[in-house]
């Protein structure tokens, strides 16, 4: 399931406001370990190392 995919379905189906802010903030804070985690595994020899972060945020978007 993609980030935005994550975000609507909680977004569409919970109305207790205060457990959908903790939910939300949880499925970004697993995709911001995640994109870091994954900037670590290709930063040595992957022939990335001269991108931007947006770049590097477009591909692992992807790869997602």
């Known amino acids: 399931m993609t980030l ?3 975000f609507k379905q909680w977004l569409d189906t ?5 457990l959908r802010d903790i939910q939300l903030e949880v499925i970004a804070d ?3 370990i ?3 985690d994954w ?3 290709i930063s040595l020899g ?3 190392e001269n ?3 947006s770049e590097l945020l477009q ?3 992807k790869e997602k």
Do not use: R
């Not at 919970?14 to 205060?18: F, I, R, V």
């Open 4 to 6: 935005k995919e994550k």
């Open 14 to 18: 919970n109305p207790n406001k205060t």
């Open 30 to 32: 697993d995709f911001a």
């Open 34 to 36: 995640g994109f870091k």
């Open 39 to 41: 900037c670590m595994k």
């Open 46 to 48: 992957s022939g990335l």
């Open 51 to 53: 991108k931007s972060t």
């Open 59 to 61: 591909i692992y978007k």
